[in-house]
């Protein structure tokens, strides 16, 4: 099965609200990542939170990560159409080698 | 713009074509992976290359062959393909090949027909 498992899977929400995606993994891993990918785009990174880390925030983004829970979640704050996209965690378990998740796909509406 | 750049964004080819997937990187890594991205499926990575040696290969069938003939540059050599392998490719990089945020290219979209 696979390393990182978002939820939920697809999110619709209003401009201006919250979106919160949440990750689960199963090993041990030395960071997290959170990526986002427009339709039929390439990723682009996010944020890195890092094993000893529990919070961490990058403009409208916040990230927490529970390693006893093996557990993260992404945080949009104040929503915008822009913020559309499929968004995905990626760990590190295997050799330092990153394994992504089915992504939550993100809808904003105006 | 990440840095990476793929040519060609869109390729379609019949099973008996031999084609060529190209990724370049501006940023000076060491590391560059090819992804492959089908519909509803998480990323699966294929090949992985450190200082342009191969150092990890996942059980790719052998219709994909990849080349790295520097560390700025990556192929992915198609041959007899099947429709199955129809996807989005997609290429990054990193500075080494463990524990880094990883930058994409914009993917090229393969049809096979």
């Known amino acids: 099965s696979q390393q990182g498992e978002e939820d939920p899977q697809a999110l619709s929400i209003q401009e201006g609200e919250n979106a919160t995606m949440n990750c689960s993994y199963k090993?041990?891993?030395?960071?997290l990542q959170w990526y986002r990918q427009n339709s039929g785009r390439g990723l682009v990174h996010l944020i890195l939170?890092?094993?000893?880390?529990r919070e961490k925030h990058s403009g409208r983004l916040r990230v927490t990560l529970d390693t006893s829970k093996k557990s993260s979640s992404l945080l949009i704050t104040a929503s915008r159409a822009a913020d559309t996209a499929s968004y995905f965690c990626?760990?590190?378990?295997?050799?330092?080698?990153?394994?992504f998740g089915q992504g939550t796909e993100l809808s904003v509406k105006p | 713009e990440t840095g990476v750049t793929q040519t060609p964004r869109h390729l379609v080819m019949g099973m008996t074509n031999k084609k060529s997937l190209k990724c370049e990187q501006h940023?000076?890594?060491?590391?560059m992976y090819w992804y492959k991205q089908s519909a509803k499926k998480p990323l699966e990575l294929m090949f992985v290359?450190?200082?342009?040696?191969?150092?990890e290969n996942n059980s790719v069938p052998s219709r994909f062959s990849p080349e790295c003939p520097n560390s700025s540059h990556l192929f992915l050599h198609l041959h007899t393909l099947q429709p199955e392998d129809s996807a989005l490719y997609l290429c990054?990089?990193?500075?080494?090949?463990?524990?880094?945020?990883?930058?994409f290219g914009p993917g090229t979209r393969l049809t096979v027909l």
């Open positions: 990626a760990t590190d378990a295997l050799g330092g080698k990153l394994i």
């Open positions: 940023l000076g890594h060491n590391a």
């Open positions: 090993t041990s891993i030395n960071n």
């Open positions: 939170i890092r094993s000893n880390e």
């Open positions: 990054a990089s990193s500075p080494e090949d463990t524990n880094n945020e990883q930058f």
């Open positions: 290359y450190s200082l342009e040696e191969r150092v």
